[in-house]
């Protein structure tokens, strides 16, 4: 129920005739729908919204034939990029040879347990996301995670883990405020 809520709410907000959608419309035609024009046809989205609400991530995805974790990944990962109905905590794990070499796959198997959900995921109460990443290009202090748009690297399945469950307590407590 809530779900449909949200979803009649959201076409309200950006109904078809809206003219920004030709501005984003425009911009994955002037790039030939080439998914290597992500970032700069998200960068003209935010532009004409103002920010990147999820029936544009979606439209994107598709004029890009795009998963949406990915669209949502690559656009979490930039700090310029700002969402509308995102979850309250994103969390992109580099799966990158480098990272994926110095454990991803344990710090993912990791989360996974620890928030019941699979990578690309979103925790049912909307707390969390779990998304892959291919090489940011910040390899060195592999394996890399970016926690609410933080980079942070060096990380072990056991690190991550107690940033993730501070987070996850700190919303348990303002629940029970
Ligand atoms: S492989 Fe992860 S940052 Fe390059």
Redesign the pocket.
Known sequence: MQKTHRKIAMEDKYPASDPRWQTVDRALKQFGYQQDALIEVLHIAQQAFGHLPEPVLIHIARGLKLPLSWVYGVASFYHFFSFEGAPEHTCIV???????VEG?KRIIRALENELGIKIGETTPDGHFSLIDFR?????GP???IVLDGKMMGRETPESIMAKVRALRNNKQQEAAA
């Open positions: 580099c799966t990158g040879t480098a990272c994926y991803a090489c940011p290009g910040s390899c592999a394996p890399v």
